[in-house]
């Protein structure tokens, strides 16, 4: 006895002092969200000074939420400390709740501020940007010239088609600069104007314009270093291509395979004559799909060549091989619905099922299907086999259910049961019910399947 009062007054003053730790976060989260709303506030004075009203509505729309629900953290507050005693249930539930709304205060102004810091940090650095975005694009402007040439030998040797990419780049980066000073001048008029949101838009702008005019200049350079690198790879890829030809001679000479090598011989027949301005990533790309589409009809030919595919006639034994074990699974479980289990119903359910997969995958009722396409066979032979063994299973597991409701001794001989007897239903020499029934039933579908595999 004294064991368990000790036990509830350790308990009560565990609670106890959760009770306590409670109240002490309830304070000073209270305290703490009180003290972030207005530094916050000062913070959006500041943001708005540099971004701008409209860039700082969600911040604003966040500050006046997270009043709204701090008030109903004070007013919780004060409950605690009114003249009204409270119980502990109801102090504890206010200051989990004033833990809440503080948290959620801290967290929603937290996903604002950092929201707006970048943009913030931006606006203190403009003038640093500002210097950084007019010597960047003096610098650009600098490579013009050198873009120009290149585009220009380039032409020579390359066709119009192969460089369409990049033609334009010169010109396009020109444009660019020349709007990124543009833009650059405006944010800086429109900053000591006081405008800042607009300065703001422009400053992103003129820097967007430098980063875009370097990515263009720069293709130039890595189009050539990458044009120069093709033609190399595609005589490599050439002297490859001609040996997998007359490596083709030796592998089974299948439709795909044929057609496989006469896409190659095009592909090479295709390659210009020397001179003659080219695109090497075209040539390359193609004669590459032809040389894979080669390979890949060749491992196709061998491996069907290892494997044959089972004739027209050996599927159709193996779907009406299936028919033939679901139908009469069907027919013994129909006949019994009160003595089959769940098992049973489950093995033909899946294999009826899985029957009528088939004939969608085949498009069309694979009962009266006149041909199958030689990539579909295997697999519906695999599909109508698994029907069969979920059937065969299904019609073992229903003799199972039926040998064991059956009364006992039933259609034995002289014992007067129903089907004893020489003068019953399957009595001495008739025997056409019970298990003579469902074994020959077995028997026919063990003959049939093992009929079927012998032309698989």
């Known amino acids: 006895m004294a064991g368990f009062w000790g036990k509830r007054k350790h308990a009560a003053e565990e609670l106890e002092s959760q009770d306590a730790d409670l109240a002490r976060r309830a304070r000073t989260a209270i305290v703490a969200a009180d003290e972030r709303i207005r530094v916050t506030t000062d913070e959006l004075v500041f943001a708005e000074a540099e971004l701008g009203s409209e860039a700082t509505q969600d911040l604003r729309e966040a500050i006046d939420a997270v009043r709204s629900h701090l008030g109903e953290a004070f007013h919780l507050n004060q409950l605690n400390h009114d003249e009204i005693p409270d119980t502990r249930e109801e102090l504890r539930t206010r200051n989990a709740r004033i833990v809440q709304l503080c948290d959620w205060a801290q967290e ?12 913030i940090a931006l606006a203190r650095r403009a003038p640093e940007i500002l210097a950084t975005v007019r010597t960047d694009a003096a610098t650009l402007r600098a490579l013009l010239p050198q873009a120009r040439e290149t585009l220009t030998r380039l032409g020579m040797r390359y066709s119009a088609e192969g460089l ?102 095009a592909a090479l027949a295709a390659l210009p004559a020397a001179g003659v301005n080219t695109d090497p990533f075209a040539q390359l790309t193609r004669l590459r799909e032809a040389n894979a589409g080669l390979d890949a009809a060749i491992a196709a030919a061998q491996q069907r060549a290892a494997h044959p595919l089972p004739d027209f006639a050996h599927v159709r034994n193996a779907i009406d091989d299936a028919d033939r074990q679901l139908a009469v699974a069907r027919d013994v479980i129909a006949g019994h619905r009160g003595w089959i289990g769940a098992d049973a119903r489950t093995r033909l359910a899946e294999g009826e099922r899985i029957r009528l997969d088939l004939d969608r995958f085949l498009g069309t009722s694979a009962t009266t299907a006149t041909s199958i396409d030689e990539d579909q066979r295997e697999q519906a032979m695999a599909v109508a086999r698994r029907a069969a063994f979920l059937a065969s299973e299904a019609l073992q597991l229903a003799q199972r259910d039926i040998d064991a409701y059956r009364p006992q001794g039933w259609g034995d001989q002289g014992n007067g049961s129903w089907g004893a007897g020489q003068g019953s239903w399957g009595g001495r020499g008739g025997n056409a019910g019970g298990g003579n029934v469902m074994g020959g039933i077995l028997g026919g579908l063990v003959i049939g399947s093992i009929l079927d595999g012998i032309f698989d």
Not at 108 to 119: F, G, I, P, Q, V
Request: charged share 30%; glycine share 6%; hydrophobic share 45%.
């Open 164 to 265: 369409r990419q990049i033609e334009g780049n010169a010109a396009q980066a020109d444009q660019l600069l020349g709007f990124a000073e543009h833009s650059a001048g405006v944010s800086e008029r429109r900053r000591d104007a006081g405008q800042r949101e607009q300065a703001n838009l422009a400053l992103e702008a003129a820097t967007e314009a430098v980063r875009r005019a370097r990515t263009l200049l720069e293709a130039v350079e890595t189009f050539e270093v990458e044009a120069l690198r093709a033609e190399s790879t595609l005589a490599a890829v050439v002297d490859d291509s001609r040996g997998d030809l007359i490596a083709a001679r030796g592998a089974p000479q299948v439709p795909a395979v044929l057609n496989a090598v006469r896409e190659l011989e």
């Open 108 to 119: 929603l102004l937290d996903d604002r501020t950092e929201s707006l810091a970048a943009r």
